[in-house]
């Protein structure tokens, strides 16, 4: 078995080990996992199952000839790098190329039929980022008012959407669109279910308007104003935000499904509300904890599009467990509870 020694860094950052940590679980020197990692000497052939089952992979996976990709979209790096160690970063990074490896081969022999797609727009072409919102709420035929689901109007689009623990508050969401995949959007699951549908819409923004671009300063106010737009625009919402306070936030949110936080924002930024209004209404709800735990919470928006995968190759394409952990490269006890929740989505297959 010829290891890949790029994939066995990778599988290792993405459980989070050093060299030396790696070594310590495994037996092994760390003089030889070095050497394998930079394609020095192959890693002993009777070793490979035992550091595979310390990376809950299976040994196949580090063979993978897949590659290896960053973030991509530059404002990743220009919100985190500062805030987050390198590690963590690492860990986050790889991660997610595991994410997309994984749902390449999934969608192998599965044509996903979408009937809206996630257009790119040159915010620079059309001055704003609230008219890059309008024109993609109109591409995707919204309705007037609030979006519903959003989770599947992004998966009918072509894209997946994950719910992951990044075992960090410091990161909310990242957007990818790698060379030979969709687009993916891995949010993080502490998210409250309202507080999940603006990061997406956040995300969305730098999808549409950053993804591939070289850093630009502006390029978080320019998500959130997409998100505000996307999820509440001007023209609709403006008649509902007079006069708010804590309370009527809280009667808004079921209807245009958003934090109580980003409702008061949205009054500020459209002039309903002054700064200083704003920043009061702030105070008093993290006095009353309501920055941390919104009262109410909104129904959350499941992703379907990756367990409609799962559940096509177990019971369409009959894979036991087994042949999907060599399709995934996941051990079979993590793959069982991937596959356990069900899906309710449907694609189409190509025959």
Do not use: C
Not at 53 to 70: A, C, F, M, S
Not at 99 to 109: A, I
Request: glycine share 6%; no cysteine; proline share 6%.
């Amino acid at each position: 078995m010829s290891i890949n020694p790029r994939m066995l860094v990778l599988a290792r950052e993405a459980q989070g080990l050093t060299q030396q940590d790696l070594a310590k679980a495994t037996g092994l020197a760390q003089s030889t996992l070095s050497k394998a990692e930079n394609g020095l000497r192959p890693l002993p052939e009777a070793d490979v199952s035992q550091v595979a089952k310390v990376l809950r992979v299976t040994p196949e996976l580090l063979t993978w000839q897949e590659e290896i990709y960053g973030f991509g979209s530059a404002s990743f790096f220009h919100r985190k790098q500062q805030s987050l160690s390198q590690r963590t970063l690492r860990k986050i990074q790889a991660r997610v190329n595991l994410l997309r490896m994984r749902l390449v081969r999934l969608s192998d022999g599965i044509a996903v039929d979408t009937s809206l797609t996630i257009p790119r727009i040159d915010i620079d072409d059309v001055g704003t980022a609230a008219e890059v919102a309008r024109r993609v709420r109109a591409a995707w035929r919204l309705p007037m008012g609030p979006v519903p689901n959003l989770v599947n109007i992004v998966e009918a689009a072509g894209g997946t959407v994950l719910l992951r623990d990044f075992e960090t508050h410091r990161i909310n969401a990242i957007s990818v669109w790698h060379p030979g995949a969709g687009p993916l959007f891995v949010l993080n699951s502490t998210l409250s279910p309202e507080r999940q549908r603006f990061v997406l819409a956040h995300e969305i923004g730098h999808m549409v308007m950053h993804e591939g671009e070289p850093p630009r300063e502006t390029a978080e106010k320019e998500a959130d104003s997409f998100a505000e737009e996307l999820l509440m625009p001007a023209a609709e919402i403006a008649k509902d935000l007079g006069g708010i306070d804590v309370r009527k936030a809280a009667a808004l949110k079921p209807y245009w499904r958003v934090p109580m936080q980003s409702l008061i924002i949205r009054a500020e930024h459209l002039g309903i509300i002054s700064q200083a209004r704003s920043r009061s209404l702030h105070a008093y709800m993290n006095k009353a904890g309501y920055l941390a735990s919104e009262p109410a919470p909104i129904q959350r928006e499941e992703p379907q599009i990756y367990k409609e995968m799962l559940r096509i190759h177990v019971e369409e394409h009959e894979y036991s467990t087994g042949e999907l952990s060599q399709v995934t490269g996941m051990i079979e006890e993590d793959l069982e509870a991937e596959i356990s929740t069900p899906s309710r989505n449907g694609l189409r297959l190509v025959r």
